[in-house]
Every structure is written in C-alpha cells, then in structure tokens.
C-alpha cells in the first residue's frame, strides 16, 4: 500500500486504513561504551508513551550553533524493558486477529533500524523468550485450528521472511547464505514466490 507522511510524524495512512508504526526503545547498555552508567546520558528520550524526541546530550560538543531538540510521533512507544509478549500482544497479535476474522487478505510487519538496534531480538527473539515471528506463527496455526475444528474451513497459508542488509534482500527462509535476486533482467521488482 502507499502511505503519505507529515513531517515529523509516523502517522500515515494506505489504502486499507491506518498505517501503525511502533517504537522499542532498546535496553541502554554501557558494554563496550568505555562510560559509566551514571555518566550515560540518553539522545533519545521518550516524551509520552506516542512521542520520542531526540536532543544532544548536555556534553555534546557543539559547532558553531547549538543542536535543535527533534520531536517524532508514533503510534506508540514502547520502554526499553518491554516483554517481547507485551510486544507483539500490542503490535503484531491483532494483525493476525484480524486475518484469521478475515478482515485483511494479508499482513506485513517491518522491523527497521541500524545494526545492533534490536531487530533481530525483536523479531526472531531467543528460543528461551521467541520474538514476533514464531508468536506470530504459532498464533496463526493454533486459530487456523480452532476454526477449522469448528467451520470445517481449509485454509492456506504463505509466508515470507527477508532480510534487506546492504542493499542486498537474504530470503531467510530458503536455507542458504546467498542473497536471493529480486530483480529481472529489465531491473524490474518481482515478487518471489512465498514458502509454504
């Protein structure tokens, strides 16, 4: 779907609805930063539980002029010690709600931000506390089966997972390292074919 963006906001809408962008903010860490905790202080801060904004820290050098304090807003911001149940019930459990009621044909969930931000915990998580795909997952199968205990319903279900590094797209369900082409001769975009 397109979506249109105001400046300085994540609200946007397409053409099925509203277009929901959600924040979480990473644990702060002091490994490898060479600071002491209490030193650390956070450029990015969370302003209510839908707006983040971005200011240098008081140390920051400073050329010329002093930095602007920048103000976002989201559809919500999650803390640092948010559960990764408390995530994905928040985000990602009523898009799959909302397929199984046949409300929306298909789904789409984006995890973006530089390396070391938290995607990977996010989406995939630990096998002792799993992220959004393998909630997302199970959700899905575990309704598909109640409905299907009660309507008698076949259902087929396609899944896509990729991974965009370097302006290089991995399909991360194929099994290999390589980056898959996504691309054909005349450098058109073409759908792969999902994984059943």
């Not at 009621?101 to 995939?124: D, L, M, P, Q, R």
């Not at 959700?139 to 309507?151: K, S, T, V």
């Not at 898959?180 to 005349?186: C, E, K, P, Q, Y």
């Amino acid at each position: 779907d397109n979506a249109t963006f105001r400046a300085g906001s994540a609200a946007g809408t397409t053409e099925s609805g509203p277009l929901k962008v959600f924040v979480r903010l990473r644990p702060s860490s002091v490994k490898g930063v060479g600071v002491a905790a209490d030193k650390m202080e956070e450029a990015i801060k969370a302003t209510s539980d839908v707006g983040l904004s971005l200011e240098p820290p008081a140390n920051a050098k400073r050329v010329l002029k002093p930095l602007p304090v920048e103000q976002f807003t989201f559809t919500k911001v999650f803390p640092g010690h948010t559960t990764q149940q408390l995530y994905f019930k928040a985000t990602t459990e009523p898009l799959v709600e909302d397929m199984l009621s046949f409300k929306w044909k298909n789904s789409v969930v984006v995890a973006y931000g530089s390396s070391g931000a938290g995607k990977s915990h996010t989406i995939e998580g630990p096998q002792d506390d799993p992220g959004l795909l393998p909630k997302a997952v199970h959700a899905i199968f575990q309704g598909l089966e109640q409905q299907q205990e009660q309507q008698q319903h076949q259902r087929r279900v396609l899944i896509s997972f990729y991974e965009v590094y370097n302006d290089l797209v991995y399909d991360l369900l194929s099994g290999t390292a390589a980056p898959g082409a996504l691309s054909n001769s005349a450098g058109h975009l073409q759908q792969p074919q999902p994984q059943q």
